[in-house]
């Protein structure tokens, strides 16, 4: 909603931690307070996989992990004690989610190029209706989604969850701000000069200039993708889920057992957290230009 | 012969570039929210072949349908006590993490670290984390005398604790974004007032808060949309016992999860009146945005 920010302009902000405001120890203190709790339910799905549910029960509680962690996974993982296939499911999530990342990044690119750097008839009714529907609920489309997917058959299958993640809305609009700056005019002009016809000029001058924020698209992507929970959970079924139905399924058995729903809530979060440990840099640059261009 | 394929390469390009995602975007985006309008119109069931045209009814029945404004004010409620504190706290947080801070880029990684948790990781530790016999925050609440408090079972409870698994997934990701808001407001702005004199305070509401007053707009708008769509946290409260119905009395079923129960869970497939509460759900989204819209466009000219 704000101004879209040039990015030159980006790293001489990064002088402007104002240096008449230093942070003070109470700074300090309600940060490592604010850092404790976004850390402690994390830390405690470790916790209580790492237990026996006679230690989850047990009072005053266990804080720190046990040495069960290796015998839930196990539990987990074989599918004889619960029906869930959790091999299947992790598979599942990874095939689909990066079929959709390189699906939107590339789609998102094609598109944000043409909107960005082209003229054409309908360009301005085309970017309203996309900006338009990043505004509409999700379930708003969800029942003819449904019935269209069985008429195509995809019913309990991959394709079900996605091809209708293939673009996304999102993906285009960000991609047509960052071409828009990142890539000069002039740049282009050259390029059609020297007889550049346009997949050419797409291929050898647009995404080598938007590889950056291609790749927090594909991040963002990515994390959204594996955790999408509302659509897999209708179209999916328990016998071959993504990990989120998977993990929801260990929750709705028969008897309450704490551990091996946290064992697997552990199982499905860790890709994303080792993602983020490496990537974690990227992944907030891009929340926070998402900010001030979005 | 170079010349004419040229012209063609600049008129065609266009729309061959935006083609495939458009064609995808009408085919699985568009059409079925234009075709969820007709399907309101109609009687539609999945396990009924023969679908008639009602009209309104869906709607005048919806109007008529306690549960369906039970979940309607238990979305809002739910809305409310999850989206208030988290953006004034998001705000706090923000203008903390915007000094010379040591350790930056690990304090602003353990606040963002939430956000990458999934919407069902969230909501089944919380779950263990508020249950009624063995769950810590019981546990906490103890020592001051409160004792086990049945979160699931009552109104507020499950409110708060359902507002609890928003606040903790979101907070650090509205901060961020006021992060960002805060660090592209002109340096000059702060020199000119604390050379006039302003206190650091007066300048946190005279120069910050009307300046970050687009970027509140866009997180507000986000948190309405995002909120009142609430369904994971809710579906996921009681796995056990209860799923869609939102507990024993329907206490925490948000419009979402009465719009699931209607068309999907226990094969009931009223895919009609469904759409029905879909649009609904729609018009709620977009009357309270429109709403919150006007409120905090007002920033400026109240402070």
């Known amino acids: 909603m704000a101004a879209v920010a040039h990015p030159q302009t980006r790293t001489s902000r990064r002088y402007v931690a104002r240096h008449f405001r230093r942070a003070g120890p109470l700074t300090y203190i309600f940060l490592l307070v604010v850092v404790l709790l976004s850390l402690f339910p994390l830390y405690w799905s470790l916790v209580v996989a790492s237990h026996d549910n006679a230690a989850v029960s047990a009072y005053p509680p266990v804080l720190t992990p046990g040495h069960e962690l290796w015998h839930n996974i196990k539990r987990v993982f074989s599918s004889g004690e619960v029906n869930v296939n959790f091999w299947t499911a992790l598979l599942n999530t990874t095939i689909v989610a990066t079929a959709v990342t390189f699906a939107v990044v590339f789609f998102s690119a094609l598109a944000g190029f043409a909107f960005a750097k082209m003229k054409f008839r309908g360009e301005r009714v085309m970017m309203l209706t996309i900006i338009a529907t990043m505004l509409v609920p999700v379930q708003l489309g969800v029942i003819p989604l449904y019935i269209e997917m069985i008429h195509l058959g995809w019913l309990n299958r991959l394709p079900a969850v996605i091809g209708p993640n293939l673009v996304t809305a999102f993906g285009v609009f960000l991609m047509r701000q960052v071409i828009v700056s990142a890539v000069p005019n002039d740049l282009l002009d050259a390029a059609r000069v020297d007889g ?8 050898h001058v647009v995404l080598p200039a938007v590889r950056p924020a291609a790749a927090v698209l594909g991040l963002l992507t990515f994390m959204n993708t594996w955790n999408d929970f509302f659509w897999p959970l209708i179209v999916l079924s328990p016998r071959n889920p993504t990990v989120q139905v998977a993990v929801s399924t260990l929750a709705s058995g028969y008897v309450e057992d704490f551990a091996l729903v946290l064992t697997g809530t552990f199982i499905s979060i860790l890709p994303l957290l080792l993602i983020f440990l490496f990537l974690g840099r990227q992944i907030i640059g891009g929340i926070m230009q998402g900010a001030v261009k979005g | 012969m170079r010349h004419r394929l040229r012209r063609l390469d600049v008129k065609a390009s266009p729309y061959i570039y935006v083609a495939p995602f458009f064609l995808i975007f009408i085919a699985f985006g568009l059409f079925p929210i234009g075709y969820t309008a007709w399907v309101s119109l109609t009687d539609r069931n999945l396990l009924d072949p023969v679908t008639h045209f009602v009209g309104l009814q869906n709607y005048t029945d919806l109007l008529h349908d306690s549960y369906f404004w039970n979940a309607v004010w238990n979305t809002l409620a739910i ?12 705000l706090t947080l ?28 969230v909501a089944l530790i919380f779950s263990q984390l508020f249950s009624k016999d063995y769950g810590l925050v019981n546990y906490v609440l103890g020592w001051f005398g409160i004792h086990d408090i049945y979160w699931e079972a009552g109104r507020i409870s499950s409110w708060i604790a359902l507002s609890t698994m928003v606040i903790w997934r979101w907070t650090g990701y509205n901060a961020l974004i006021y992060l960002a808001a805060m660090q592209a407001i002109p340096d000059d702005l702060y020199e000119a007032a604390s050379i006039d004199g302003a206190k650091p305070a007066r300048q946190f509401f005279h120069i910050t808060i009307p300046m970050l007053r687009p970027t509140i707009i866009f997180t507000v708008i986000i948190s309405t949309i995002g909120g009142l769509q609430l369904f994971t946290e809710p579906y996921l409260f009681e796995p056990l016992h209860y799923g869609a119905t939102g507990g024993s009395d329907r206490q925490y079923q948000t419009v979402a999860m009465y719009l699931y129960e209607k068309a999907f869970a226990g094969s009931q497939f009223k895919f009609g009146y469904a759409s029905a509460i879909a649009w609904c759900l729609f018009l709620l989204i977009a009357v309270i945005s429109a709403i919150n819209f006007l409120i905090v466009r007002r920033i400026r000219s109240a402070v």
Request: with cysteine.
């Open chain 2, 94 to 121: 923000a203008h903390l993490l915007n000094t010379t801070l040591r350790a930056r880029t690990l304090f602003r990684m353990c606040v963002i670290l939430p956000q990458v948790t999934s919407l069902v990781a």
């Open chain 1, 196 to 203: 550049c016809h346009t997949a050419r000029v797409f291929w």
């Open chain 2, 79 to 90: 809305w409310v006590i999850s989206t208030v504190p988290q953006l004034f706290l998001a």
